[in-house]
């Protein structure tokens, strides 16, 4: 699988519903071997020190979506890890309603889907070539203890 960006990822600075501080979301879409293969939407918490990566996998050459598919996963720290780790939680929790976003698994349903192993393919291709996504899990704040 050759995964690249389709244009630059959008930058936003959006304002954290939680605590009202202003943190970085980013927009992007990426091909597979020069094909449409996925979107995906990255929000940072700096509050909390968590970042989310919600990835929409599917066929993108038809307006109905017809097989769209949304994982997601929180990059943080858990107990037991030195460092942040990713987990799987349920896709698309904040974003508004869209037939784009398919079918948003939650946890237990994305670790029984055909297409985990995908997701989890571009999650860690994002965290290593989304410069944005890239600074914020290799550079999360310690855990608070």
Do not use: K
Request: some cysteine; proline content about 6%; overall charge negative.
């Amino acid at each position: 699988m050759a995964l690249s960006f389709d244009g630059e990822p959008r930058i936003e600075r959006r304002q954290c519903p939680d605590c009202a501080r202003r943190h970085e979301s980013v927009t992007g879409f990426v091909l597979e071997d020069g094909t449409p293969y996925a979107v995906y939407f990255a929000e940072w918490y700096p509050h909390s020190g968590e970042a989310y990566l919600d990835v929409v996998l599917g066929t993108w050459d038809e307006a109905d979506y017809p097989d769209q598919v949304t994982f997601a996963c929180r990059f943080g720290h858990v107990e037991g890890n030195d460092g942040p780790a990713a987990s799987l939680v349920s896709a698309a929790e904040r974003r508004a309603d869209h037939p784009m976003f398919g079918i948003r698994l939650d946890r237990t349903d994305a670790l029984e889907h055909p297409r985990l192993e995908e997701f989890w393919e571009v999650a860690d291709w994002l965290v290593i070539n989304d410069q944005v996504l890239h600074d914020h899990v290799y550079h999360m704040p310690g855990a608070e203890v």
